[in-house]
Each structure stands twice: as structure tokens, then as C-alpha cells.
């Protein structure tokens, strides 16, 4: 079951299309888990159309040409050239691209389905690999841990969001399965551990830090989750 879900404000942003790519893919791929914020997605998709709609028709009354945009004539043939093609296309059903880690074979969810993916870089029993955004100081990447593994407690210097896609993982603040949407700050300091392994969408903007042990030498382990 799904407990962490995005905000409101996260959807509605979302929804109006003011999202980094990295964080609206995020999004739509839990909406693709979670029928919650599906259904909370299109109430907010059809009360902005509302709104743009009146929006649009307050426009119209005010301006008098625009019943002057198309004659009679005019309309006709748009509908005729719209109406007069036979030709029928016929919708075909995306395959489902996957994706191996470790010898576990994992279906991308839509979203990712067309987004080149980087090199697999492997650390002890992580594996990460890149998405191809091009956003800069923002990072998304899918995170692979093996059963029995984890990453140092850490905390952040900017946003960490994850995305949980398969498997489940835990840490001080609760466990977290499939579907599951957690964003943290600079108020959060965490050790995830997993006990059977997981794969996790991630986006940070930020490389992490570590709060115990020797930070020059867990630094780089930091910049490779980065």
C-alpha cells in the first residue's frame, strides 16, 4: 500500500506544466501507481480547463472580431478537409521497455519508456544509472540496491526526491514500498537499508552528505549517488 504521496501544491504544479522534466516524470510515474493522485490529477486537470475555458470565452465577448475570424465559407472547408480523409490509422500498443540490474530484469514505467539512460556505475551493492535531461545542477537517475544493502546516514544539502519502483526500503523515519513518494531536505538526515533490494527513481540537485564516519572517504560514494 502507498503512503507517501506528493502535496497538493506538488500536483497542481505539476498539472500546469511548471515542473523540471525530472520531477514531472516523478510524478507521472507514481500517478501511473497510485490511483489517489491519478484521480486528484484529473479533478485538477478539468478545473483548470474550466478555468481557461471561461477564461477564454470572457476573451471572445470582449473582442468583437473574433466572430469575424471565419466566413461561412471558410468553416466548410475546414471541416471538409478535417471529414474528406478515408484513411484510417490505426493506434499501436507501446511495448514495455525493460531494464536489467544485477541480473534482475525490471519493466521501465511509461514515463521512462523514451529517455536515454546512462551507463550502469556500480559501488559495492549500489548500481546507478543517469537519465539523459539535461537540467543542469539537477540529477535524475535510477538507483539499484541489492538485498542487504545501504547507503551511510546522510543528509542533504538541497532536495532529494525518491520515487520507489520496486522492492521496499527502510530508515529511521518508516518503510517504504512500490509506488511510495519521499522528498527530503536539509531537516532530514537518514540511512535507507533494504533487506530483499529495491530500484528507486531519484532526482537531487545536490551531491549527499555524510553525517558519520570519515567524510573524505565516504565524499565519493556522495558524488556517485549525485
Not at 2 to 7: A, L, W
Not at 197 to 221: H, Q, R, W
Amino acid at each position: 500500500m502507498i503512503k507517501y504521496h506528493p502535496s497538493h501544491e506538488l500536483l497542481d504544479t505539476f498539472v500546469t506544466g511548471q515542473l523540471p522534466a525530472s520531477f514531472s516524470a516523478a510524478i507521472a510515474m507514481h500517478t501511473e501507481l497510485c490511483e489517489i493522485c491519478r484521480n486528484k490529477v484529473a479533478q485538477l486537470e478539468s478545473t483548470h480547463a474550466t478555468s481557461t475555458f471561461i477564461s477564454s470565452a470572457a476573451d471572445e465577448e470582449s473582442d468583437l472580431t473574433a466572430d469575424m475570424l471565419f466566413n461561412d465559407w471558410e468553416i466548410d472547408s475546414l471541416i471538409c478537409s478535417i471529414t474528406g480523409n478515408d484513411e484510417i490509422i490505426h493506434a499501436t500498443a507501446a511495448v514495455p521497455q525493460a531494464i536489467s540490474f544485477n541480473h534482475t530484469e525490471y519493466l521501465l514505467p511509461r514515463a521512462l519508456q523514451h529517455i536515454a539512460l546512462g551507463k550502469q556505475l556500480n559501488v559495492g551493492k549500489l548500481t546507478r544509472s543517469r537519465l539523459d535531461l539535461n537540467e543542469g545542477a539537477i540529477h535524475a537517475s535510477l538507483l539499484h540496491i541489492q538485498a542487504g544493502g545501504s547507503i551511510p546516514n546522510h543528509t542533504h544539502k538541497g532536495t532529494e526526491l525518491t520515487l520507489l519502483l520496486e522492492g521496499s526500503f527502510e530508515d529511521e523515519m518508516g518503510t517504504y514500498n512500490k509506488g511510495d513518494f519521499i522528498v527530503l531536505n536539509n531537516k532530514h538526515t537518514h540511512s535507507p537499508t533494504t533487506q530483499q533490494g529495491c530500484l528507486c527513481y531519484t532526482v537531487v540537485d545536490s551531491p549527499l552528505t555524510f553525517t558519520d564516519g570519515i567524510a573524505k572517504i565516504l565524499n565519493p560514494l556522495g558524488n556517485f549517488i549525485y
